[in-house]
């Protein structure tokens, strides 16, 4: 019983691989595998120039935290420096990085030989 209780609610920390697994299905909502690893394909990646992510990276950078600074804006009580400092809380480096190991991404990443990822 407590083998299938952990299965239905995965940790964060626990060391899954499998797309299937719980721990994805947010992910899994709103990007297919195959979309997934071209979402985290960095531009070293291609041997050919121009090919990459770029548009992933605008979508990221620019729409997502608008689609979040919206969302403060409406529920969110405070001014605008206040609202910017929360923004920008929640997009910090050290807590992207967190979730990107919290969900188990690495697996999904490439680049090419040039680029260092660096092991956790």
Known sequence: MEDEKRQQQPHSKDNFKKWEYPLFNDLR??????????VLTHSSFYEEEGKGNSRYVFA????FKGMVGDVLFRYAAGDGKRLQHVLGNMFRQER??????EWHLRQFARAGEKFDIPET
Request: no cysteine; charged share 40%; proline share 0%.
């Open 29 to 38: 909502r709103m990007f297919s595998r195959a979309r997934l690893r071209e």
């Open 60 to 63: 990221g950078m620019f729409v």
């Open 96 to 101: 992207l990085e967190r979730q990107f190991d």
